[in-house]
């Protein structure tokens, strides 16, 4: 004999079913709302941040023929002011180099001696030993004269600083010493004097 088989309704088994559904929708709602919750808020904002380079420019007075003298002679002597300018809105520090010609091979160049001052009250041959201050005494010209500072970066001895928009007033002095011989006779070298500047600011 076959045992009768049991059934259960449809209807019982979904109910709890329909019930966790609801609870988990409440839930999700419930959440929803809590992540959804607006607040009150204010912003501001810093414009017009500008940033401008400075510029560093030095410029000499005169730029050519400082110390010129045709017909030179044993112990002569000749002295000429140089303006040394900072056209640029930075501080500067700057050096000055020689560089002398030798065309006709006789090595005049050798024997011009050089001598720079700052602070030179009258600078001319026989004011140039009255006041101011030495920054370089009785060097060759030579081939190629460190004439004060060093051109490398950084600073360095002999550098001289220079605020924007400011000068300076250096007195050179050539003289060609009584000692020099007859081999220099009728002899020429020509001198160019460079001065290379850089930024101080970090540096």
């Known amino acids: 004999m076959t045992a009768p088989t049991l059934s259960v309704s449809a209807p019982r088994r979904a109910r709890p079913l329909l019930a966790l559904a609801a609870v988990a929708l409440a839930i999700t709602s419930l959440g929803a709302g809590v992540f959804s919750m607006a607040y009150f808020t204010s912003s501001a904002s810093v414009d017009a941040n500008t940033f401008t380079t400075g510029t560093i420019v030095i410029t000499t007075s005169p730029t050519t023929a400082l110390v010129t003298f045709s017909n030179m002679m044993p112990g002569d002597t000749v002295t000429a002011p140089l303006t040394v300018n900072n056209d640029g809105s930075a501080q500067l520090r ?5 560089a002398s010609t030798d065309v006709d091979g006789k090595h005049l160049r ?5 001598t720079v001052k700052s602070g030179v009250t009258t600078c001319t041959n026989a004011g140039f030993g009255s006041s101011g201050t030495v920054i370089r005494t009785s060097v060759a010209l030579g081939a190629t004269t460190t004439v004060f500072g060093d051109v490398a970066t ?10 924007g928009s400011s000068n300076e007033v250096l007195c050179f002095q ?13 002899s020429t070298t020509t001198t160019t004097f460079t001065f290379d500047a850089e930024q101080t600011a970090n540096n």
Do not use: E, I, K
């Open 174 to 186: 050539v003289n060609l010493p009584g000692a020099t011989g007859n081999a220099y006779q009728a």
């Open 94 to 98: 700057y050096a000055a180099t020689a």
């Open 110 to 114: 050798t024997q011009l001696m050089l």
């Open 154 to 163: 950084g600073a360095q001895t002999g550098d001289r600083n220079l605020n």
